[in-house]
């Protein structure tokens, strides 16, 4: 089994890489982090409960975490989610989150575990992992693998020309991520641009009559309009079957300055000479579409 942190902000891409990471027999998953990004941080936390609840996974902690980004003082939300970053499903929930901060989950499950023994997943706006990083520097070198969500690197970005939401949401984390001294798995808009969600696709949930069956379809019917990617899902499927997904050793640096590049990755292959640093990322750039929502459903079949 794969023991596994997943730091997130649901969000409907965030709720089904949740639901598949919980329909999973292969994880074992210590605990969810939420953040703000989506939506405000303590909708990101109780939808991560809700979902973890709807797939029959009390056993699960959620841990509430970082409410702005480093360096504004007021979150970078988008609507893309609805209001309620779940497209109106209705999932109930009888829990909160955890009494700790994730920000303290995570230093003490990578600090405790043998090093190189967890596999972190961050799918939101990176502050949660920035700050443990701030509170013991080389903590996140700790991880097995550290997966994440975010950048457009060699393509344009989804919430401004030139970035993607999850790094201009919080710019500053994504570079402190990005400069953490562990080889990032990056999932960004090239690869997740790929994962796009046929129209029979979304329709072949009307078959699943299950809790989590219905709530996906409800989250797909609001989500298809709008963003019909599957980006939170990326790095989940990839650890599932890494067979799926195919990139590159690159150097990439977040630009994280105020203005018009804010959010913006730079990237350099590795083949280019002047590189300013060594690799740090393998940057993901295509995956067999067909066969990854093929997984997403069959996994998702298997919740209640
Ligand atoms: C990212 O932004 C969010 O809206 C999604 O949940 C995903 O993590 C895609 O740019
Ligand atoms: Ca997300």
Known sequence: ????????????DDA??????AGSPEFQILGVTAVAG??????????????LD?????????????????????????SVH??????????????????AHATQFIVQTLRDAPAGS???????????LAMAEIMHPGILSRARSLLVMGGAAFCSGNITPSAEFNFYADPLAAHIVMQAGIEVKLFGLDVTSKAIMSTEWIASFQEMHSTCGTAARTMLDAYANRDPLLHDACPVAYLLDPALFSGESCSVAVSWQNGPS????????????????PANAVVFTDVDSVRMLSLVRQRIAQLP
């Not at 089994?1 to 409907?12: E, H, S, V």
């Not at 089904?16 to 990471?21: D, G, M, S």
């Open 16 to 21: 089904l890489a949740l639901l598949i990471a």
């Open 118 to 128: 967890i596999t972190v997943v961050a799918v939101g706006p990176l502050t949660n």
């Open 38 to 51: 989506n939506r405000p941080v303590d909708i990101t936390s109780m939808n991560a409960c809700r979902i």
């Open 262 to 277: 804010e959010g913006h990755t730079t990237v350099w292959r590795s083949d280019r000479r002047n590189k300013p640093f």
């Open 54 to 78: 709807a797939a029959s996974r009390e056993d699960i902690p959620v841990y509430s975490g970082c409410p702005r980004p480093l360096a504004y003082p007021q979150a970078r939300c988008n």
């Open 82 to 99: 609805g209001e309620d970053g779940l497209g109106g499903a209705q999932m109930p929930t009888r829990r909160s989150p955890a009494p």
């Open 1 to 12: 089994m794969i023991p596994l942190i997943i730091d997130c902000d649901p969000g409907i």
